[in-house]
């Protein structure tokens, strides 16, 4: 599914995190979405999945204007989305995560009628669980998962939900070197076996030039460039802005 | 599997059916026949309240307003109507749920704070209510009069014996529904709402209708609590709606455990028991009271149940 953002604006405050952005993701593209901390790479997620409403422009999903949607409407369009600090059930098993989310993703999660889960809800969590490689861990709750593995989850989740947009905020957040390049190669897996519209945030240049086909670069809350890698590799303004001044952190 | 759990459930609630059902066959206390009628009421009211609590993580002070309706509704139409008891029980959960979707439609999208405190000023304005509507409820002195026409389907309620079996019946078979509610996927989604909701709100479950559904079962089931405790005092009391009722629920659900379905169950055990054992040594009863919810909170940090799943794991829910 084509994504696309015209001319959206938000601002906290006197501050416009996210000032006039048009950007185009076709249909089966992988991008990332880069930029230094601040830039409004998280509220250009949020304003996306609908956790608040903008200022004004429009997200447009197909060509249909889906801003005035709730997040709940918009997962059934077809976004789903991960979060920078894994976001999942902590008192829950990894199986009972996923087959929560899709029961509550098949509408059955106000059934009162029967005991969960729901007939074939098992089946596809255990689908979900063998995509991102959790099935050695079925039974163990979520709080006590490794980090990379709750990292797994909460995109697991996400897909537990069917979606044609995928988007991931920073899916190698607070990983070490190794786990990040595994979990990048999943990801990337993913968005080949899926035929996913992926958008991820990623810090890691290494990463963003090695896998994404686009890059999208924002700065104080606007979009500063858009290219393939080589053309962000060599754009002055992106070199002055970021990739030349940001000491590379974790 | 899963359908041998839910027969494990009716399994374990027949049995402690037939065991309470048993013992004045063998022996006759009137002592322990009261308790068990006290009891049915205290466990519908607390274990519907975790319905909430533990469930959901909605903190409600205001609990004891849908018990004390279920009361006052039943024994009203009772006294003014010429309806037969399982009617009018009916009637009266009915009102009771009316009720709690309203009051919920008002208070559930409010944040944990709020809720608490919102829910909390519903039922002291229920229960000023209570007490100036004079005409109608008797004010502070409570409906008295009695409740006619004790007997549902020929079976005669005004002996103790027969009102025992009863309420055991409905509270076993009520606990059982609300088994039903927290097992099934609905009931998942409550326990996602309680863990992650902002997660859950992505996933496309709508917070408000999820928070207001548990809040319209948690007060019919409070209700039907209610029902039995105005049979047992054959009337109702202002009390029952007041806000230390709430507090005894949510003292309940704290000493049985909130993770557990029948920790409430064991609380309002624990808690009619201490009533009555501490009455009989010492007026300063609630000093006992708080003493023993302070060891709880400061030594086990848990309820009973909770605390034992928490020592012994490895053993399902």
Redesign the interface.
Known sequence: MKLEIRNLTKAFGGLKAIDDVSLVFPSGSLSAVIGPNGAGKSTFFNLI?GAFPPDSGEVLLDGRDIIRL???ER??RGI??A?QVA??????TVA?NL???V???V????????????PGVRERADEVMEMVGLTKVPNVEAAILSHGDQKLLDIA?AL??EPKVLLLDEPTAGMGPDERWRMIERVRKLWEQRQLTLVFIEHDMDIVFQIASTIRVLCYGRVLAEGTPDEIRNNPAVIEAYLGTEVHAT | M??S??LRDVAIAAIALIVVLAIPLLHRSPAFEDFIIRLSAMALFATSLNLLVGNTGMVSFGHGMFYGLGAYAFALTMQMTELSLPVAAALAILITTAAAFCVGAICVRLGTDYFAFITLAMQMLFYSIIISWQTLTGGDQGLRGGIPRREIFGFELASQLHLYQFCAIVAVLGLLALR??S???????L??I???E?????????LW??RL?AFTIAGAFAGLGGVLAALFVSGAYPELADWPNSGQAIFAVMLGGI?SFLGPVLGAMILLALNDVVTRFTEYQGLVLGIVILAFALGLRRGVLDFLKFAFPGRSR
């Open positions: 999945s709730s997040r709940s997962m059934h789903a989305r979060f976001s999942c059930f902590p008192t829950m009972e087959m929560a989310a029961t509550a993703h509408g059955q999660w106000g059934n009162l009628s029967r005991r969960f889960p729901p989740i537990a939900l | 899963r359908s759990r839910a039903h509610v097992a099934s996927p609905f009931g998942q989604t326990r996602m309680r863990d992650n902002n997660r859950a709100s992505f996933l496309g479950i709508v209708r999820a559904g993770n």
